[in-house]
């Protein structure tokens, strides 16, 4: 696994919720001081809240929180425990009596593992923050990519296991961390040799189908529900960002998931990035530089959610080896 956590950035604390009753979580990630953020929508079919704050043109310049979650749309409710949590501690926008705590976050759709009646809801979040600490973060099949899966091109009877991972880099005095939760249409593919990681499994379950190759060859997909898939994440920095800077930062960290994804940003995604930047390292960050790093750790990311996915083997539910199972990682 590449090495490093979003933890690593000072002053940022993770915590994850994993639902016992079915696969399925929510992430979350604390920054109660408050933090500039920015988001980037590239998936056709997104699920998200609070998005439209972090537009450079609107008031709001930092967020106390984000999250992570699966449970498709319903599960957008976990946010609400995220701001109970906060706000019971006295952090949030001051407006009037009353301090509002800013909780943007996005979901990816996990409903088909199992019950879908049981997904994240305010307990979760709440309880997401309960678990946060500044230790690197458990990876792979926990909080919100507990019910994550991977290669669903072909159908979810060809998928394999996706996951939640971490990755960060140092560069200097700065620090570029990302946190993502893997649950991709597509392949997991290593962007140095090409190598399919994790995907859609062909007619024996346990090789490669590669999905591409077989798009190539004219092989058409099953007919696709919308929103079925979604790769949603973090990336960081110490750096000091503008709330514009850090929304071109989250535009940037997408080529990681177009390196370590294919096909990815389809019609039936919702990717979605938010970027955070908490001027930690007391010094304005370079774009460019930022964008490369934040590109590069996201792909790292993706391939530790990966490593460290377990698969699902549970009757009744739809059979998802992970990684590591079948020899592919």
Excluded: Y
């Excluded at 699920?47 to 972090?54: A, K, Q, V």
């Excluded at 979604?230 to 940037?252: C, E, F, P, R, Y």
């Amino acid at each position: 696994m590449h090495p490093g956590s979003i933890t690593d950035i000072a002053g940022l604390k993770i915590g994850h919720h994993t639902d016992t009753r079915r696969p399925t979580g929510c992430t979350v990630l604390l920054c109660e001081q408050g933090a500039v953020c920015g988001v980037d929508v590239r998936g056709a079919a997104p699920g998200t809240r609070e998005t439209d704050l972090l537009d450079p043109q609107n008031v709001i310049e930092q967020v106390h929180a984000l999250l992570l979650c699966g449970g498709s749309a319903f599960g957008l409710a976990a946010a609400d425990g995220v701001m109970q949590w906060l706000e019971a501690r006295g952090h949030g926008v001051p407006v009037g009596p009353a301090r509002v705590p800013i909780v943007p976050a996005a979901v990816l759709f996990d409903l088909w593992v199992g019950d879908a009646r049981i997904r994240p809801d305010a307990a979760a979040g709440f309880a997401a923050c309960e678990a946060a600490s500044s230790a690197p973060p458990a990876q792979g099949s926990v909080g919100a990519g507990a019910g994550a899966t991977v290669g669903k091109l072909f159908g979810i009877g060809h998928a394999m296991k996706g996951g939640i991972g971490t990755a960060s880099v140092r560069v200097g005095a700065i620090t570029v961390a990302s946190l993502i939760a893997v649950n991709a249409i597509g392949d997991v593919v290593d962007p140095r040799s090409g190598r399919v990681l994790a995907g859609a499994r062909a007619a024996d379950g346990r090789t490669p189908r590669d999905s591409l190759a077989c798009l190539l060859r004219g092989e058409l997909p099953e007919r696709l529900m919308q929103g079925m898939a979604t790769t949603i994440g973090i990336v960081a920095t110490d750096a000091q960002l503008t709330k514009a800077q850090a929304n071109k930062l989250a535009s940037m960290a997408h080529d990681g998931l177009a390196r370590s994804i294919n096909p990815v940003h389809t019609q039936t995604d919702g990717d979605t990035l938010f970027a955070l930047a908490t001027g930690g390292a007391a010094r304005p960050g370079n774009l460019t530089v930022l964008g490369a790093l934040a590109a590069e750790v996201t792909a790292r990311a993706v391939l530790n959610a990966i490593t460290a996915a377990e698969g699902l083997h549970t009757t009744g539910l739809p059979e998802l080896p992970s990684a590591r199972e079948l020899g592919w990682s």
